[in-house]
Nanobody
Framework: QVQLVESGGGLVQAGGSLRLSCAAS????????IGWFRQAPGKEREFVAA????????YYVDSVKGRFTISRDNAKNTVYLQMNILKPEDTAVYYC????????????????WGQGTQVTVSS
């Protein structure tokens, strides 16, 4: 059983930056791929980024490529999402999720979820 806790959300002006953290406990963290997802009001949860179990592979939705960077520190059981040049359309609750082995874009393939952290970008 893996427990995930997100932090680092907040209110920021357009063009600003935030760094989200996803801290894990339980299980063998280094065996899990981690995905970041977001959900805006009235919209479905969407894939944002993912990182392979060893950090050797990273993947992004087109809308955040060049602005967001996902990374992990397995010694600290933590995955990060550095978000730069934020836009109002990035406003959402951001969730991290874990799945053993490979990463997926579909939220339904992930086994464990955090509670989410709110990111609000003002124009």
């Amino acid at each position: 059983q893996v427990q995930l806790v997100e932090s680092g959300g907040g209110l920021v002006q357009a063009g600003g930056s935030l760094r989200l953290s996803c801290a894990a406990s339980g299980g063998t963290f280094s065996s899990y791929a981690i995905g970041w997802f977001r959900q805006a009001p009235g919209k479905e949860r969407e894939f944002v980024a993912a990182i392979s179990w060893n950090g050797g592979g990273t993947y992004y939705v087109d809308s955040v490529k060049g602005r967001f960077t996902i990374s992990r520190d397995n010694a600290k059981n933590t995955v990060y999402l550095q978000m730069n040049i934020l836009k109002p359309e990035d406003t959402a609750v951001y969730y991290c999720a874990a799945v053993q082995g490979s990463w997926y874009k579909s939220p339904g393939r992930y086994d464990y979820w955090g509670q989410g952290t709110q990111v609000t970008v003002s124009s």
